[in-house]
């Protein structure tokens, strides 16, 4: 895998991604983050040697690298996800190449329904902790240990001082930024009733189809990572209603200025 990532990272460095301080991973509708950014370079996907390829429609499948805030960035436009065929090792090697190139902080987001009842849809969860339902480790490969510790500490897999920046900065703004557990499933499909009660039982505030992997391997090469969630559709398994991938997505874009917002004013602190 060290002779991949120096090659993906030798390419993307040849078309002038250079030293980017930051890594930002962005989940579903949340786009428009890239109006902000002066974009000096972007490469597709496809075009990058060893990298997986975007499968799902609204997931455009970008690497881009400009100034955010004053900040050098790499921008993922679209993420992998287990549930389109790929390894987990596959889902997270953009996150190898990412620190390969030089970032040393990870800002992640993505949509998620809400299982705490107090949490509505349109809002933000700082996620605070995760639960790894995924049924697997992106770091169970053979030759791990060459990249990082192989028996990685999770105790606080979040930054604990972003977090709290995170919330200062929601809390001027006046934007509703809830904080909690978030677990991470293999989908596609959606949870069952009985499902969503599991969850809830088992202290999830929320639920997704991604992050955790990307989380788990930031930890491994001792990146400062943090991550927030769209909260899309509220899960309540006693009044359930048929879910509409649309409506998903467009709710998603509705709560992008508030995110916006937040990663805009975290990074000109960091």
Known sequence: MIKYITETTEYLQSKGFESPELGIILGTGLGKLLDDIDIIAEVSYNHIPNFPTATVEFHKGKLIYGTFSGKKVVVMQGRFHIYEGYSLQDVTYPVRVMKQ???????????????NPNFKKGELMLIDDHINLQGSSPLAFRGVETLGERFTDMS??????????????????????????????VGPQLETRAEYRMLKIIGADAVGMSTVPEIIVANHLNLKVAAVSVLTDECNPDNLKPVNISEIIEMAAKAEPQMITLFEELIKTL
Do not use: M, Q, R, W
């Open 156 to 185: 606080a897999p979040y930054d604990a001082e972003i977090n709290k920046k995170f919330e200062a900065i929601a809390k001027k703004e006046g934007i509703t930024l809830h904080k909690g557990v978030y677990a991470s499933v």
């Open 101 to 115: 190139l030089g970032i040393k902080t990870l800002l992640v987001s993505n949509a998620s329904g809400a299982i």
